[in-house]
């Protein structure tokens, strides 16, 4: 299955528009992240049901340490469901998006970013349309569990 | 009072920040003009009004401006040698 999403025309980074969620919201596309992130307010996150799990969480980073809260939110981008998807809150007004959406996201697909047609494609040939991501820190360390999920 | 302003004029004018805009004017799916309504509003701010049904969409004027190093965030003005 293929499906196809707009990316930011006068952006030169893969932003990806999410109007759905609401008008002007947007997802900076990270291919060399684990963890889906959230960027912008708590109150705005809970107010699109977002339920808080887990709170001062460190997270590292190629620039350095974070604590940030870990949350779940059930998200869904064209027929793809994250049912109460892990992911962690860091406010940041300068990144130019709401979400930061991370490789493991789209582990198991065939992902292509067309900076020509300014197009996020995304194929899966799984036939699975739930896909889940848990931020596991049970060792100390920080890990992202991602799979597919029977839909049936 | 709203102001109409290209793309361009928008980044110019207000790098670097997000802007309330409506009344949005495309050329394809580039926005040729829009009226900014609301300007020194957080991203957040503006999402809020967004999703309670507020005719105002949220804009980042320069998204490649910023330069962020992994998780720590961050400008990069960059120094003179």
Known sequence: ?152 | MAERLTRKQMADKYPNQWLGIRNIVYNGREIETAEVIYTQRTASELGLLSLKGEDVQPLFTTPDMVFQLGAAGGMNRGTEV
């Open chain 1, 1 to 152: 299955m293929e499906q196809r999403f707009d990316l930011e025309v006068s952006a030169d980074r893969p932003i990806l528009r999410l109007d759905y969620i609401f008008p002007g919201c947007t997802a900076l596309i990270d291919t060399g992240a684990l963890f889906p992130v959230w960027t912008k307010s708590r109150e705005l996150l809970e107010a699109l049901g977002a339920k808080v799990c887990k709170r001062n969480v460190l997270f590292s980073g190629f620039g350095g340490n974070v604590y940030g809260d870990i949350y779940t939110l059930t998200l869904q981008l064209g027929s793809l469901i994250y049912p109460e998807m892990h992911i962690m809150s860091c406010e940041n007004n300068d990144i130019p998006g709401y979400f930061i959406f991370s490789a493991t996201m789209f582990k198991n697909t065939v992902y292509t970013i067309n900076d020509i047609e300014k197009k996020f494609i995304i194929v899966t040939q799984d036939h699975q349309i739930c896909r889940n991501i848990i931020i596991n820190g049970e060792d100390g360390i920080m890990h992202v569990l991602c799979e597919t999920v029977s839909s049936e």
